[in-house]
């Protein structure tokens, strides 16, 4: 019996990347095999990455059978699209209800507030600093609402917002150092929905320590000449 | 028709967001009521409905409400997806382009649009703004080539989500293009974007919901600025 075929994915991406970490663990959940490719970002991009993505030039980029599909929850609506019942687990993302559907991408596009704002936080001082963190405050808050007292965003199961969200969890110990605040005050049920998560494979598989995130945001300040 | 009274929108009558959602239920053949919110006093339906952004649009579906505008024109696409054309297309890898798009568009297109009118604090500022709307019409302009394969829309023979999420903001263009003192979407620099907005400014879908009365929304214009709602 010929070996499963590799669905002809390939997938351009940076090891930190929590956006590439959404394509790695929603491939997971669902099972699907692919080729991840570690590109090059702070020096010279390869040419497969710039021709993929000659706009952006940014990874996550997602080759199917070499045509690229960029931006990463664009990644994950296409994965539930084009692999309805495939992959090992035919697991979807997304929930069948159009309702359902609507409140889950609401929600996925809030979570990249946090990457914005968190990066704020680390790049900036003085009020443009205290303004990140209201902000990011404001929107920890208003996830731990949203969750409530479900174990995931989802609900009973591990879904799209869960997916979108998680790779931003090994980030938040920076941000509480640079924002003096702490997520499990803050957002309590968020917190522990973030330790939840860790216990799966797909997540803890993709996700690296917040201790090598935290190095890597102190490279990228040197990089930038940040004090 | 459909829709009818389980459908509302609250709104505002210039907001690029607001409009592409009218086009988009304009398409599908859906009747809605249509509110306009005043956006130095915002309704208590408008700020209940969507308490983490208290912005438009708002659709309101049997009382719940969908929020985003993207968002909500890909509801109406899912819930109606019987009635009318569809909106985003068929295919995945399709649909992966046209999502794409149009997340450029409220990318550099968006962002250029409030630094034209909300965030310049100086006519250098606007300038600076006004070149990086010049680049992503370029951009478009191609993407418009590849996309439509010839045909007159972004999708393809009809309107499609890269087209209506453009030309929410075809109103505040040539408001934009009065006080720049020339046109953004030029037919010397972008023929097929200038065709394709004349086109879409015909579409029956787009009639009487794209703004087209400049001296309106100049004032309107006024209006915002003064209450500084425009992040």
């Keep these: 019996m010929a070996e499963e075929k590799n669905e002809g994915l390939v997938l351009l991406d940076f090891w930190v990347s929590p956006f590439g970490q959404r394509c790695r663990i929603a491939l997971a959940e669902k099972g699907i095999p692919y080729d991840y490719s570690e590109q090059e970002l702070l ?11 000659p706009i952006h030039k940014k990874i996550p980029v997602l080759l199917h059978d070499g045509r690229p599909v960029c931006e990463s929850l664009v990644i994950l609506n296409y994965l539930d699209e084009a692999f309805p019942d495939q992959g090992s687990s035919g697991k979807l993302l997304l929930p069948a209800d159009p309702y359902a559907r609507a409140q889950a991408r609401f929600w996925a596009a809030y979570s990249d507030k946090i990457y914005e704002l968190g990066t704020r936080l680390w790049k900036l001082g003085g009020e443009a600093r205290a303004q990140a963190r209201a902000e990011l405050l404001q929107v920890l808050t208003n996830l731990d609402g949203e969750l409530g007292d479900k174990p995931f965003f989802g609900g009973e199961e591990f879904g799209f917002v869960d997916v979108a969200l998680v790779p931003f969890v090994p980030w938040l110990p920076s941000y509480e150092r640079y924002g003096e605040f702490r997520v499990e005050e803050a957002a309590p049920r968020l917190a522990a929905w973030g330790r939840r998560c860790a216990e799966r494979e797909s997540v803890s598989g993709s996700l690296h320590s917040p201790e090598k995130v935290d190095e890597f945001i102190t490279m990228l300040k040197k990089h930038y000449g940040i004090e | 028709m459909a829709g009818g009274s389980d459908l509302k929108v609250l709104g505002v009558w210039t907001s690029p967001f607001v409009i592409r959602v009218r086009i988009a239920l304009n398409l599908k053949g859906l009747a809605y009521e249509y509110a306009e919110e005043d956006l130095g006093n915002k309704s208590a339906l408008l700020l209940g409905s969507n308490p983490v952004n208290k912005s438009v649009p708002v659709l309101l579906h049997g009382g719940r409400p969908v929020n985003e505008s993207q968002v909500i024109i890909q509801y109406i696409d899912e819930v109606w997806a019987g009635a009318g054309p569809a909106v985003l297309p068929r295919d995945p890898y399709e649909r992966a382009v046209a999502r794409f798009w149009a997340a450029y568009v409220d990318d550099k297109v968006g962002s250029a649009w409030t630094g034209m009118l909300f965030r310049c604090r100086s006519e250098e500022e606007r300038a600076e703004a006004v070149a990086r709307a010049d680049e992503a019409l370029r951009t478009l302009e191609g993407a418009l080539g590849e996309c439509s394969g010839g045909e007159p829309f ?41 065709a394709w907005e004349q086109r879409f400014r015909a579409a029956d879908a787009a009639r009487g919901v794209v703004p087209d009365d400049v001296d309106k929304v100049l004032a309107f214009l006024q209006t915002l600025l003064a209450i500084g709602s425009m992040k």
């Design chain 1, 43 to 53: 020096g010279a991009k390869s040419d497969l990455l710039l021709r993929s993505n």
């Design chain 2, 154 to 194: 972004f999708g393809g023979d009809g309107i499609g989500l890269v087209d209506v999420v453009l030309g929410g903001y075809l109103g505040w263009f040539a408001a934009i293009d009065r006080i720049i003192g020339r046109r953004l979407i030029d037919p010397a620099r972008t023929p097929l974007l200038a």
